[in-house]
């Protein structure tokens, strides 16, 4: 049964940069991608982009200058770092595994807050 | 990037009655197609993935069909549990993009 668990930092300032780190548990990383997803309070979904075991990554255009996606593969954890972050990065950020571009398994969620 | 379109945006249904949410992409993306469901507070979790293609422990009664860029989600027999918002993403191209999402309440 694959467990995925998430923390980082949920308060920021204008400016700041995100650091978020997941960690899998069990299962197989053997043809796995392990992907960072957003939602805005209220809103829907947004792909931040993924990364597999050999670092491979594929990055949303609209975020790829302010984004790095790290894996640690002696830990099973993988990494997001946002940076320059404003009100409009305000958001619940997910972490999650699966086939390429596919969401089978999440973390908890992790409510991250850019004011002032 | 492609856009998803799903309808309605929200839909009242009551227990037992048969739900079909529709998910539109802007060009083909074949068959691939995933659906999620949502509860308040909780993560997104996989239904459907592959257009047609339940995931493992999801009950019966949802179902996918659907390819190129009109697809469909149903669920055959409400159940209280399945009172929840519904994404359509496809999983053709990167980005990955979602539909706006489908409210599912109760009438």
Redesign the interface.
């Known amino acids: 049964q694959v467990q995925i668990q998430q923390w980082g930092a949920g308060l920021l300032k204008p400016s700041e940069t995100l650091s978020l780190t997941c960690a899998v548990y069990g299962g197989s990383s053997s043809g796995y991608y392990w992907s960072w997803i957003r939602q805005p309070p209220g809103k ?4 931040i982009g993924e990364i597999n075991r050999s670092g491979s990554t ?5 975020l790829k200058s302010r984004v790095t996606i790290s894996v640690d593969t002696s830990k099973n954890q993988f990494s997001l770092k946002l940076n320059s972050v404003t009100a409009a990065d305000t958001a619940v950020y ?1 972490c ?1 595994r ?1 086939p ?5 398994n ?4 992790t409510l991250v807050t850019v004011s002032s | 990037d492609i856009q998803m379109t799903q309808s309605p945006s929200s839909l009242s249904a009551s227990v037992g009655d048969r739900v079909t949410i529709t998910c539109r992409a802007s060009q083909s993306i074949t068959f691939y197609l995933n659906w999620y469901q949502q509860k308040p507070g909780k993560a997104p979790k996989l239904l459907i993935y592959a257009a047609s293609s339940l995931e493992s422990g999801v009950p019966s009664r949802f179902s996918g069909s659907g390819s190129g860029t009109d697809f469909t989600l149903t669920i055959s027999s409400l159940q209280p549990e399945d009172f929840a918002t519904y994404y359509c993403q496809q999983s053709y191209s990167v980005p990955p993009t979602f539909g706006q999402g489908t409210k599912l309440e109760i009438k």
Not at chain 1, 44 to 47: H, Q, T
Not at chain 1, 100 to 104: G, I, P, S
Not at chain 1, 106 to 109: A, F, L
């Open positions: 829907g979904l947004e792909w594929n990055y949303n255009p609209s997910y999650a699966g390429l571009l596919t969401l089978t999440w973390g908890q969620g």
